[in-house]
């Protein structure tokens, strides 16, 4: 069982950036593949970025690719996931998960763990 907790959404303005955590609460977290989602009112849940278990592996979704940076310390229990050049489109409500696999999913529906999310707005 793993509890994952985000933090670091907030209020900026286009152009600005953030650095989203997510912390987790478990054992064996260095055998789990880590992910960022986010959702915007209603849309569905989309992949962002996932990073596997020794950080050697990292997939972005195509419209973040060159200014979000996912990474971890596995030390630390702890993901992140670094989002530069922030356009208002990327407002959603971001969520980390986790799955016990080598591999990185892009699909929601393969992750067993999901943190409560975090607000990130972004004004033009």
């Known amino acids: 069982q793993v509890q994952l907790v985000e933090s670091g959404g907030g209020l900026v303005q286009a152009g600005d950036s953030l650095r989203l955590s997510c912390t987790a609460f478990?054992?064996?977290?260095?055998?789990?593949?880590m992910s960022w989602f986010r959702q915007a009112p209603g849309e569905e849940r989309k992949f962002v970025a996932g990073?596997?278990?020794?950080?050697?592996?990292?997939l972005y979704a195509d419209d973040v690719k060159g200014r979000f940076a996912i990474s971890r310390d596995n030390a630390k229990n702890t993901a992140f996931l670094q989002m530069n050049s922030l356009q208002p489109e990327d407002t959603a409500v971001y969520y980390c998960?986790?799955?016990?696999?080598?591999?990185?999913?892009?699909?929601?529906?393969?992750?067993?763990?999901w943190g409560q999310g975090t607000q990130v707005t972004v004004s033009s």
């Open positions: 998960a986790a799955l016990l696999s080598t591999v990185v999913f892009r699909g929601a529906d393969h992750y067993d763990y």
């Open positions: 990073i596997n278990w020794n950080g050697d592996t990292t």
């Open positions: 478990g054992r064996s977290f260095s055998s789990y593949t």
